[in-house]
């Protein structure tokens, strides 16, 4: 099987050029719906406003085999992981687990963050892209790398407005500083959240949202005693 015998190198870079272009083409396009990723021009700002992280694992050859994307927000020192994927020809063998270990260990280290955060689709997705890859064992690959899904009515914002809006996405936390999980290890504080969510929502659709959904979602943000974190039904 390709992959087993090949050696792979992750790297990381923080600005523009380097391999973006070919990453972008050749590893995320390919792995994600078209709504659920944001332009080539997208990824390439958020690098050039230092913002950016890019890790990819290369081959023997120098090509790129997967990479991992992830977006600091000084404002609520929340780190998202906005895109991971590993090559089809090459998933099954480890090398997602590995970007996705060296990510947060090279976030954690760089921001100190309040949280490290990724946006999955949820496996009771009325919508499934089973082209893009099964929710269930995606869900089941975050799980054994310690993630635990956050119970909020959780969309992804609109790239470009709310009509663009991709319902039925679980976010899971990655990484939470323990001071933000005082209340007991099953229970996330809100405060960082909400401010990453506005300004997630702001900078994605162009406005701050006042609709019902958004205000669910941030009355879910809010709940008294912090938000429930657990496994999901992948494991009952
Ligand atoms: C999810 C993904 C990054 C995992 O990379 P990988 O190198 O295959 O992962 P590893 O070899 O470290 O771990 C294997 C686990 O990944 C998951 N996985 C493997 N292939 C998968 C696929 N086609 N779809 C979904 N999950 C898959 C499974 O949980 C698998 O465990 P299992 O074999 O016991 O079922 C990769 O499958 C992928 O790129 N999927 C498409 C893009 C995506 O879904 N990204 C995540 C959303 S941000």
């Known amino acids: 099987?390709?992959?087993?015998?090949?050696?792979?190198?992750?790297m990381e870079q923080t600005r523009p050029g380097g391999l973006v272009e070919q990453v972008y083409r050749?590893?995320?396009?390919?792995?994600?719906?078209?709504?659920?990723?944001?332009?080539?021009?997208?990824?390439?700002?958020?690098?050039?406003?230092?913002?950016?992280s890019l890790l990819v694992a290369v081959d023997d050859a120098g090509r790129p085999a997967g990479a991992a994307f992830g977006r600091w927000s000084e404002a609520s020192r929340v780190q998202l992981l906005a895109y991971l994927a590993v090559k089809p020809s090459t998933r099954g063998h480890g090398l997602g687990g590995?970007?996705?270990r060296?990510?947060?260990?090279?976030?954690?280290?760089?921001?100190?963050?309040?949280?490290?955060?990724?946006e999955v689709e949820s496996p009771d997705a009325p919508a499934v892209?089973?082209?893009?890859?099964?929710?269930?064992r995606r869900l089941a690959f975050y799980e054994n790398a310690g993630a635990r899904a956050l119970d909020l009515p959780y969309f992804q914002p609109g790239m470009g407005g709310p009509a663009r809006r991709v319902q039925g996405m679980l976010l899971l936390v990655l990484h939470a500083d323990?001071?933000?999980t005082q209340e007991g290890a099953d229970r996330l504080a809100g405060g960082p959240l909400r401010t990453f969510m506005e300004a997630?929502?702001?900078?994605?659709?162009?406005?701050?949202?006042?609709?019902?959904?958004?205000?669910?979602?941030?009355?879910a943000i809010d709940q008294e005693g912090g938000i429930p974190m657990g496994r999901t039904e992948t494991d009952r």
């Open 102 to 118: 060296d990510a947060v260990e090279a976030w954690r280290e760089r921001y100190d963050p309040c949280m490290i955060v990724a």
């Open 200 to 219: 997630y929502l702001e900078s994605a659709e162009g406005a701050r949202p006042t609709d019902w959904d958004a205000k669910a979602l941030f009355k």
């Open 1 to 10: 099987m390709r992959g087993l015998g090949m050696k792979y190198r992750i």
């Open 129 to 136: 892209h089973e082209a893009y890859g099964d929710p269930r």
């Open 178 to 180: 323990p001071s933000f």
């Open 26 to 52: 050749e590893v995320l396009a390919p792995a994600f719906p078209a709504e659920e990723l944001e332009s080539e021009a997208g990824v390439i700002e958020t690098l050039e406003a230092g913002l950016g």
């Open 98 to 100: 590995r970007l996705l």
